[in-house]
């Protein structure tokens, strides 16, 4: 696995440091609201990022999982994500945290936060890992007071690692890094 990646981008430590911030700050945004949030993984890519940051949230948090689904094997986002797994908790006047492993185009955010908005969430925050303002498509709304947590800009390159897949590769990586575009090509 590793022979097939150019760069490493942020390494495990580099990850972990930045995930402690974004967990302390939700930590704080939160405290003081009267029901915990929800925190919302979007499977699969999110997986690892959920598990990693949801053990340094001191607070009562539920988790859940919705699976969002847009490029298949391909590096290309087809635009029209679907989702095959939907909400197990009910989020009616509930906080809910999308939680992502990267935001690209802003399709998944864009359909997935009008989803989570018919469904009556109080208020809708993203943590994202990753961040490609570059590929922006859509401009995505979070919903009530919601926040916006991310941990890197992601220059634009092909990157794996950390739960990011290609094919459904490389997720079990520790660090997040470039793939050898000879890989994909
Ligand atoms: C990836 C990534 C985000 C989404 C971002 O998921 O994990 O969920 O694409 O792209 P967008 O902003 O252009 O919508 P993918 O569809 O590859 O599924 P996966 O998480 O199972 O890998
Ligand atoms: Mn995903
Ligand atoms: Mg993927």
Known sequence: ??????????TEEAITQ????????????????????ILLGVATGAFIFLADLVRNINLPVSIDFIRASSYGSSTLSNGAPTFALDLKLDIQGKHVIVVEDIVDTGNTLYC????????????VSVCTLLDK???????????GNGKYYCGFE????????YGLDFAERYRNLPFIGVLKPEIYK
Do not use: N
């Open 1 to 10: 696995m590793e022979k097939d990646i150019e760069t490493i981008l942020w």
């Open 18 to 37: 930045r995930l402690t911030q974004l967990a302390s700050q939700i930590t704080a945004d939160f405290k003081s609201t009267p029901s915990s949030p």
């Open 112 to 123: 997935l936060i009008a989803h989570l908005k018919s469904k009556g969430a109080s208020s």
């Open 133 to 143: 303002p570059s590929r922006r498509k859509v401009k995505f709304e979070l919903v």
């Open 154 to 161: 992601c220059p634009d390159y092909f990157v794996v690692g």
